[in-house]
């Protein structure tokens, strides 16, 4: 299995509109193609990196996590790029780990 993880913003860049319903719209599609997700919406993470231009640039995101039974690198490249124009952002962060799932 493997676990993979997206970090989505939550406000527009210059931080005046929500994008609730941009997340919900998200989380249907993940729901619909993989049968669940957890999304961590409670408390958003704090972002900041710098920018080409050198300045310093700080997100609020929030984390959303999906089970697999293989990572589709094609099928996520393309579904990146979907993320990338809905959300307004030059890159959207995902990333997948292989994981042991235990069950009782």
């Known amino acids: 299995m493997v676990l993979i993880q997206l970090l989505l913003p939550v406000r527009s860049t210059d931080g005046a509109a929500s994008h609730r319903g941009l997340l919900q719209q998200t989380h ?30 700080e997100d609020r995101v929030v984390m959303v996590e999906v089970l697999a039974d293989r990572f589709d690198t094609e099928w996520w490249r393309g579904y990146a790029s979907v993320l990338k124009e809905r959300f307004h952002q030059a890159s959207i962060h995902i990333r997948s780990t292989e994981v042991q799932v235990l069950d009782e």
């Open 28 to 57: 249907d599609e993940i729901v619909q193609r993989f049968g669940g997700l957890t999304a961590y919406l409670q408390s958003p993470a704090a972002g900041v990196w710098t920018s080409p231009e050198g300045r310093l640039e």
